[in-house]
């Protein structure tokens, strides 16, 4: 079956711009995750979804960030006034979301520019 | 919060020989923790995984082992074969809190 996507697969930008990241999850996956890894790091945990809730956006670095979910399915994360350091490979997760451990399956990130 | 250290961050070993990447991690209640592969440019794939009830798991040529005591884990890789080149990432999930802490990466290259 299909797997997590997101779009675009490429977002150069202006400082100061406003940009949306679109993640679509596996179907019936009720745990999505959205994460930002810079160059020559680890996923950095952004914020959380169970069903259409933000069960945690303790990694959300600013209120320049924002994520949505609205149906429990797709995300959109919305990034107001880019800045230089925003410039990063974002990528979302999904899961079964069953409570318990559960695999991750990764989408192919969104490569983010902010010149 | 969950603090995950993971070590060496650069790996190069012989086609053929065994490669071990640690890590270590702080808190007692996690209970999940799978290790990544990512090709450059590409996205994290799981390559294994081991929960905590259990202290050993082999898939062919790759194994993990977990200490929970020492609250640490390692990834094995025997007989390796240059695509085994990669970044290689630990993670920690703790099903209290729903999230997954990662490590900073160890690239492994594989010299034929």
């Known amino acids: 079956g299909a797997g997590v996507s997101q779009t675009p697969s490429n977002k150069v930008t202006e400082k100061g711009k406003y940009v949306e990241l679109r993640c679509d999850p596996i179907?019936?996956?009720?745990?999505l995750y959205w994460y930002r890894q810079s160059l020559g790091q680890g996923p950095e945990f952004l914020i959380y979804?169970?069903?259409?809730?933000?069960?945690?956006d303790s990694g959300l670095p600013n209120d320049r960030f924002f994520a949505v979910r609205p149906e429990g399915s797709v995300s959109t994360l919305k990034i107001q006034r880019t800045e230089r350091g925003d410039s990063a490979v974002y990528l979302c997760?999904?899961?079964?979301?069953?409570?318990?451990?559960?695999?991750?399956?990764f989408g192919p990130g969104t490569r983010l520019t902010v010149l | 919060g969950e603090n995950v250290e993971q070590h060496p961050s650069t790996l190069s070993v012989q086609e053929g020989d065994s490669a071990v990447i640690k890590c270590t991690y702080s808190?007692?209640?996690?209970?999940?923790f799978p290790w990544y592969k990512q090709e450059l440019g590409k996205r994290p794939q799981l390559i294994i995984d081991?929960?905590?009830?259990?202290g050993e798991k082999k898939d062919q040529r790759i194994a993990v082992t977990l200490n929970k005591t020492a609250k640490h884990f390692s990834l094995h890789i025997t007989e390796t074969q240059p695509e085994d080149s990669a970044v290689y990432f630990c993670?920690?999930?703790?099903?209290?809190?729903?999230?997954?802490?990662f490590g900073t990466g160890t690239r492994l290259k594989v010299l034929a």
């Open positions: 997760a999904s899961s079964p979301g069953t409570g318990g451990a559960d695999e991750q399956f």
């Open positions: 179907s019936g996956h009720t745990a």
């Open positions: 979804f169970q069903g259409t809730g933000a069960a945690d």
């Open positions: 808190d007692s209640a996690s209970n999940y």
């Open positions: 081991i929960r905590s009830n259990v």
């Open positions: 993670a920690v999930y703790n099903s209290g809190t729903y999230k997954y802490i």
